[in-house]
């Protein structure tokens, strides 16, 4: 039997939950984060889609997906190569390998910094102001010049799965163009947006994952069940207020083999570079 546990996954799980994140900040950008939060507070689905750069010191990899939010609690993040399925639901994650046909599910502790997870789409940013530095800062980009920067308070800890998040932010709505976890010197990640859709419809099973028959289910590091005949979809579908469920002829409409493929854009290389560019306003 091969159990297989991928802890870097919930590594890189993290920068798709912080793209909204903010914590306290200084009385000079009181408005900023005043405008940022009143945006958020407003969102109760999100869907979008990235290329995914992972950048190490001799190679680069790509790929493209997809991350779907619903308020409060639920988060499905979608690769292509791998073909992986994260879902995070509440103080429990779901991760999909569909090479080798197995889902591994964990508990989260209490212990664990759960909010991390969550603060990228809420308002309630004073749990985390005890843990994590947050600082405006500003780029040259026609995009949007407004960006987020997010260290651990002690940047000494080995723990810790990141160094540094950098949220670089659209001028006309503050959601995400790019993102870029720094987990070492010589080691980041980048996603950028090709699109962002906000309280759009989307239906339930959307908010699941399908696993076909046969497909091995772990749960912390237990077998628990081999999947039967016809599948299953779990875990139980998300809360989607009634207005934003879409209808079933919608949902035909959508079907995956009708949906385009996201291209793999190119990224200029000089954007892979260390931030010098980045002016801190604190």
């Not at 005043?34 to 990899?61: A, M, N, T, W």
């Amino acid at each position: 039997m091969n159990i297989k546990t991928n802890s870097k996954h919930h590594s890189y799980l993290v920068v798709v939950l912080l793209l909204f994140s903010l914590k306290a900040f200084s009385s000079e950008t009181d408005e900023f984060f005043e405008k940022y939060r009143e945006l958020r507070s407003k969102i109760q689905v999100l869907v979008g889609e990235f290329v995914q750069k992972s950048i190490y010191p001799d190679e680069i990899y790509t790929t493209s997906g997809r991350v779907i939010y619903v308020r409060p609690d639920r988060l499905i993040f979608s690769t292509k190569e791998p073909n992986k399925t994260t879902i995070l639901d509440g103080k429990r994650i779901y991760e999909y390998d569909v090479e080798i046909k197995q889902v591994a599910i964990y508990d989260l502790t209490e212990k664990m910094d759960t909010e991390i997870f969550f603060i990228a789409f809420t308002e309630d940013i004073e749990r985390l102001k005890d843990r994590y530095k947050i600082n405006k800062v500003v780029v040259d980009d026609e995009r949007g010049r407004d960006g987020i920067s997010i260290k651990p308070i002690d940047e000494q800890d080995k723990e810790g799965s990141f160094k540094e998040i950098l949220i670089l932010l659209r001028s006309s709505d503050y959601l995400p163009y790019r993102i870029r976890m720094i987990n070492t010197e010589d080691v980041q990640t980048l996603m950028d947006f090709e699109k962002i859709e906000t309280n759009c419809k989307i239906s339930p099973k959307d908010t699941q994952m399908f696993v076909p028959a046969g497909t091995t289910i772990v749960v912390n590091d237990r077998l628990t069940e081999v999947v039967g005949e016809g599948g299953k979809y779990i875990p139980e579908p998300a809360n989607i207020p009634q207005e934003l469920i879409k209808s079933s002829e919608q949902e035909m409409e959508n079907k995956p083999e009708n949906n385009k493929e996201v291209p793999d854009k190119v990224i200029v290389e000089k954007d892979l570079l260390p931030t010098p560019q980045f002016q801190e306003k604190r």
